[in-house]
């Protein structure tokens, strides 16, 4: 924790993964010397789970939890919480998921897989799944692979080159900036939060995008001047062709003025012999 230190008892079941943001601010202390600040935790998307105001410290501290109505809780020992500041919590774990289908004669056919998930910023995609089966499916293993909305390009010449674009929605629902104002300081401080964790998400996604269409150019090249080699082979495979055409014509022309020639000493020969019978 930035300036200060804290322990987080966090439930991933409830939050889901990604980086979470824990701010504490507003600190202050009484004339009895009582500590107290405002503890706002925030999403990987930056959109805010809860606050409180609650005493902190060693001695008026407590286990305190913040959560939605929606199930999202987070339980901080506010003991530990010394002064103002930002902690970042990265939460990793696993996803199973089973499904089940009911055959025409009711039994059920169980599809069970899992998945290691380490995910930064909240990009867990999950949802949106899928899968047909056949009437009276039988009960087996099956491993295979999924890309959740995703946009596939096969760029190379084997198996598995390809490259994959997923656009996240940006909009300002989704980056938590809708309802953002500056009316007072604490809202101004909360704004630029806010603001800042949209502009990361978003040049995060550019970079992304940048990355990729620099893949794509890179393989334009590559298949320009793959073009341009296979023009150029061709080029001279018919000049190679063309030469061994004439090759082919200067053998039989020459083969041809031999025979002639061959001939035409032929026909002298009897001629001579006659020309000596007349003398």
Same mark, same amino acid.
Do not use: C, W
């Given at each position: 924790?930035?300036?200060?230190? +804290?322990?987080?008892?966090?439930?991933?079941?409830?939050?889901?993964?990604?980086?979470?943001?824990?701010?504490? +601010?507003?600190?202050?202390?009484?004339?009895?010397?009582?500590?107290?600040?405002?503890?706002?935790?925030?999403?990987?998307?930056?959109?805010?789970?809860?606050?409180?105001?609650?005493?902190?410290?060693?001695?008026?501290?407590?286990?305190?939890?913040?959560?939605?109505?929606?199930?999202?809780?987070?339980?901080?020992?506010?003991?530990?919480?010394?002064?103002?500041?930002?902690?970042?919590?990265?939460?990793?774990?696993?996803?199973?998921?089973?499904?089940?289908?009911?055959?025409?004669?009711?039994?059920?056919?169980?599809?069970?897989?899992?998945?290691?998930?380490?995910?930064?910023?909240?990009?867990?995609?999950?949802?949106?799944?899928?899968?047909?089966?056949?009437?009276?499916?039988?009960?087996?293993?099956?491993?295979?692979?999924?890309?959740?909305?995703?946009?596939?390009?096969?760029?190379?010449?084997?198996?598995?080159?390809?490259?994959?674009?997923?656009?996240?929605?940006?909009?300002?629902?989704?980056?938590?900036?809708?309802?953002?104002?500056?009316?007072?300081?604490?809202?101004?401080?909360?704004?630029?939060?806010?603001?800042?964790?949209?502009?990361?998400?978003?040049?995060?996604?550019?970079?992304?995008?940048?990355?990729?269409?620099?893949?794509?150019?890179?393989?334009?090249?590559?298949?320009?001047?793959?073009?341009?080699?296979?023009?150029?082979?061709?080029?001279?495979?018919?000049?190679?062709?063309?030469?061994?055409?004439?090759?082919?014509?200067?053998?039989?022309?020459?083969?041809?003025?031999?025979?002639?020639?061959?001939?035409?000493?032929?026909?002298?020969?009897?001629?001579?012999?006659?020309?000596?019978?007349?003398?």
């Amino acid at each position: 924790m930035a300036n200060g230190a +804290s322990n987080f008892n966090i439930k991933t079941s409830d939050l889901g993964l990604g980086e979470f943001a824990i701010v504490v +601010s507003d600190y202050q202390k009484d004339s009895n010397q009582v500590e107290s600040a405002t503890i706002e935790i925030f999403d990987p998307n930056g959109f805010s789970i809860g606050k409180l105001a609650a005493q902190i410290g060693e001695n008026h501290g407590s286990l305190q939890t913040i959560g939605t109505d929606s199930g999202k809780r987070v339980q901080i020992n506010t003991k530990l919480i010394t002064q103002a500041g930002t902690a970042k919590v990265q939460i990793e774990g696993k996803m199973k998921v089973a499904v089940s289908k009911v055959n025409d004669d009711n039994t059920a056919t169980a599809i069970t897989f899992s998945k290691e998930l380490t995910t930064r910023n909240g990009k867990m995609a999950h949802g949106g799944l899928e899968m047909v089966f056949g009437a009276n499916a039988k009960e087996g293993t099956s491993n295979f692979d999924l890309t959740n909305k995703a946009l596939s390009f096969q760029i190379g010449a084997n198996t598995n080159q390809n490259v994959n674009i997923d656009v996240p929605e940006l909009s300002t629902v989704k980056l938590g900036i809708d309802e953002i104002n500056v009316l007072s300081h604490k809202e101004a401080n909360d704004a630029i939060f806010k603001l800042e964790q949209a502009i990361n998400q978003i040049s995060a996604t550019r970079s992304k995008l940048g990355a990729t269409q620099n893949r794509l150019e890179h393989t334009i090249s590559n298949l320009l001047t793959t073009n341009e080699n296979l023009t150029a082979s061709e080029s001279r495979i018919r000049d190679a062709d063309m030469a061994s055409e004439m090759t082919e014509f200067t053998k039989n022309n020459i083969l041809n003025q031999s025979a002639q020639a061959m001939l035409a000493q032929a026909n002298q020969l009897p001629q001579g012999i006659l020309q000596l019978l007349q003398r």
